[in-house]
């Protein structure tokens, strides 16, 4: 049995998905049932249950909003964060946490990213979120970090539902095309977090941080150009500079994930991103 937060986001939804289509059995919660930041919300929710891994997919996760909003964002992903980290210590069980590229600046980089290479978050976000890995690392007997990137699905709001909206009522958009990284269908991500558990019997010795994407390079502007093309849409799309869209935090400029780590350990094989794309696409038609 597993106790799963941010279930109304993009990855709970896709674990829900993933975890019925699997017959596994889940406590899927989000902040109306318990919020992590506060402590005793957690213990009253969790005192008549049990369960043998904490998945950790809640997050505040809107990049811009977080300059503003710095209280709210440290109390989800950092606060939050430590809660459940001890939650799972307390009970001796695993934890799973989720983050993110964002830990990353990616200015001055050429190659992908290891997990083992410097961090340097270069907003509140991705400091938030770098925060809540040292708390999980902190408190948590046994734990996987997973980081990804670039995340969308058919669920909530996302650059895909985006992009398929805005290409419907305008002839042509413009995008950025100098910020690099790798779009990933958060329902392969969630098909990996199963695999994983399978695998390792549910994460109970590990003490680790994995990179996780799906496979492949490319820009936004080469993301959306993808987009608009699988889904057959007409509207033309333009490159653009980052200097030229403004926007309240700076994004990493390179943010490429090494994956080796995790296909390694996991006998793992991971799809291309324009894959990830066709299949959200499907599941949305």
């Known amino acids: 049995m597993y106790l799963i937060t941010g279930a109304k986001g993009q990855l709970g939804c896709c674990l829900s998905d993933v975890f019925a289509k699997n017959k596994i059995q889940a406590y899927f919660t989000d902040i109306d049932e318990m919020d992590i ?71 001055n980089n050429v190659k992908p990213l290891s997990e083992t290479d410097p961090v340097n978050p270069l907003g509140v976000y991705g400091k938030t979120k770098f925060d809540g890995e040292t708390e999980i690392k902190k408190h948590a007997k046994n734990f996987v970090i997973i980081r990804t990137a670039w995340l969308y699905s058919e669920y909530g709001n996302n ?42 019997g549910g994460a109970g010795s590990l003490k680790e941080t994995y990179h996780f994407s799906d496979e492949g390079v490319c820009s936004w502007y080469d993301f959306a150009y993808e987009i608009v093309k699988a889904s057959g849409g007409k509207c033309e799309v333009l490159p653009i500079k980052t200097g030229e869209y403004p926007a309240k935090a700076k994004r990493p400029a390179f943010s490429v994930l090494d994956k080796s780590k995790i296909k390694k350990d996991f006998n793992l094989k991971i799809e291309h991103w324009t894959e990830g794309v066709r299949k959200c696409l499907k599941r949305l038609s």
Do not use: W
């Not at 049990?50 to 809107?62: E, L, Q």
């Not at 950092?78 to 200015?107: M, Q, W």
């Not at 985006?162 to 958060?186: F, H, M, N």
């Open 37 to 107: 930041a506060d402590i005793s919300s957690i213990e009253k929710y969790v005192a008549d249950k049990n369960f043998d891994v904490v998945i950790n997919c809640a997050a505040y996760t809107n990049v811009d909003k977080a300059e503003d909003d710095k209280e709210k964002a440290y109390a989800i992903n950092v606060t939050g964060s430590s809660n459940l980290a001890k939650l799972a210590a307390k009970r001796n069980i695993p934890i799973i946490h989720i983050s993110t590229d964002y830990v990353f600046g990616g200015e």
């Open 159 to 200: 650059f895909l539902k985006t992009i398929l909206r805005v290409s419907k009522e305008k002839p042509e958009i413009k995008v950025v095309a100098d910020q690099i990284g790798t779009p990933t269908y958060a329902g392969d991500l969630a098909e990996i977090i199963v695999e994983m558990l399978n695998k390792t």
